[in-house]
């Protein structure tokens, strides 16, 4: 068992919560949607799972990045969306059904894919020999606890509950943007010895090109993957989504509290600083490619 730190704490609670708000959206009528026409679903996780981290792995090869940021943006790649992807394509109406549902079912293989992931670039670029570790078993507890129980949590108050549940969402997200906030806050200013990652500006810097150049590239493939495969365009926005805003909370859970190293924590913090952005703007240029006003239903 890990000791752990008061930030450790509010960062697990703040998924927690994150996938409360995620369980609370989900219903039957969700699921039986995604299921009828799969396509879209199953192109996408194999993209988000295979293709996405092996780009990431390629990318950081080829940089000049300190070890431990390399590994902590393959990290990062390597994690689902959360509340952030569901909103964007509810804002713009993308296909909020397989938002959601691409989340939780990705939220339930990174029980799986982030382990590994992360420990085959821990041998890649530390050695065989290494002693950094990501604890397997620990890490499968950690996310189920944070991730998929409170994501069963708020599903069962939906069912139960439908009306309470459409209540509590809005006020939630407030709730939810106050904590993400000062998780944000104390990553990004606090010490390291108080649990902040003690970035400067040179390493922001150093950082940024590759996390955008990331970013943008997973925008692009999430989107022609499946508009290759002749799929609607919006499913194609949606997966474009999914693919490039990522749970840095989850980044930070695993990177922090997991492998207790603040370095691999930075490319999550810097990444966190500028994709809902760059999410705002694809989100404008799909619309406008497709001769759309901003906020226009999609046509198919």
Request: charged residues 10%.
């Amino acid at each position: 068992m890990l000791p752990y730190s008061y930030i450790d704490i509010l960062i697990s609670s703040v998924l927690a919560f994150i996938m409360l708000g995620i369980g609370l959206t989900l219903t039957i009528q969700n699921f039986k949607d995604v299921v009828n026409e799969p396509k879209s679903l199953l192109i996408g996780l194999s993209s988000q799972i295979i293709a996405l981290p092996i780009f990431a792995f390629v990318v950081t090869y080829f940089s000049d990045l300190p070890l431990p940021v390399k590994v902590g943006l393959i990290l990062l790649i390597s994690c689902p969306g959360a509340s952030t992807s569901g909103f964007l394509t509810y804002f713009f109406k993308g296909n909020v059904a397989l938002s959601v549902t691409f989340t939780t079912i990705n939220s339930i293989l990174t029980l799986f894919t982030i382990p590994f992931t992360v420990n085959l670039a821990l041998m890649f670029y530390y050695g065989s020999q290494t002693s950094i570790q990501l604890p397997f078993w620990e890490t499968l507890r950690q996310i189920f606890l944070v991730t998929l129980i409170p994501a069963l949590v708020g599903a069962l108050i939906r069912g139960r509950f439908p009306t309470f549940a459409d209540n509590i969402k809005k006020p939630m997200n407030y709730v939810l943007l106050v904590a993400l906030a000062a998780v944000f806050f104390v990553k990004l200013f606090a010490s390291e010895e108080q649990g902040g990652t003690g970035i400067s500006a040179t390493e922001f810097w150093q950082i940024f090109p590759y996390g955008l150049l990331i970013n943008i590239v997973s925008f692009i493939w999430g989107y022609y993957i499946i508009f290759i495969n002749r799929l609607s365009n919006k499913d194609s926005f949606t997966i474009a989504i999914e693919s490039a805003v990522h749970n840095t909370t989850l980044a930070f859970l695993v990177a922090g509290t997991l492998l207790q190293n603040q370095d691999m924590v930075k490319p999550a913090l810097v990444y966190s600083m500028f994709s809902f952005w760059t999410a705002i703007i694809f989100s404008i240029i799909v619309k406008l490619r497709l001769k759309l006003k901003t906020f226009e239903a999609f046509k198919d």
